[in-house]
């Protein structure tokens, strides 16, 4: 079956960095468009980057642009997030997610989750 396996939250100051992993088994990895999610306490799942098959093309949320990079490594079936410049308002479950086309909607597969923490 299809697994998304987040990894690499935790608990981090203000201003401070983390990398999220996400292994992916049971799909063809490479035929999928990537993504990370995240929500916050009380507020609803948001999307915050998302990386074509081949890796050539991404986009990221507003909120996150110039401070969060998202890649993946195909022989390695793993998507990362490099998370800088860490705020408060970053503090998540950061999910991973996957999907067949860079041009439809929904996610097919997502994972359980990592939290993310910033400290002030």
């Known amino acids: 079956q299809v697994q998304l396996v987040e990894s690499g939250g935790g608990l981090v100051q203000a201003g401070g960095s983390l990398r999220l992993s996400c292994a992916v088994s049971?799909?063809?990895?490479?035929?999928?468009?990537m993504g990370w999610f995240r929500q916050a306490p009380g507020k609803e799942r948001e999307f915050v980057a998302a990386?074509?098959?081949?890796?050539?093309?991404?986009s990221y949320a507003d909120s996150v642009k110039g401070r969060f990079t998202i890649s993946r490594d195909n022989a390695k079936n793993t998507v990362y997030l490099h998370m800088g410049s860490l705020k408060p308002e970053d503090t998540a479950v950061y999910y991973c997610?996957?999907?067949?086309?860079?041009?439809?909607?929904?996610?097919?597969?997502w994972g359980q989750g990592t939290q993310v923490t910033v400290s002030s």
């Open positions: 997610a996957a999907k067949s086309s860079w041009y439809y909607f929904q996610y097919n597969y």
């Open positions: 049971g799909l063809t990895f490479s035929a999928y468009v």
């Open positions: 990386i074509r098959e081949s890796g050539d093309r991404s």
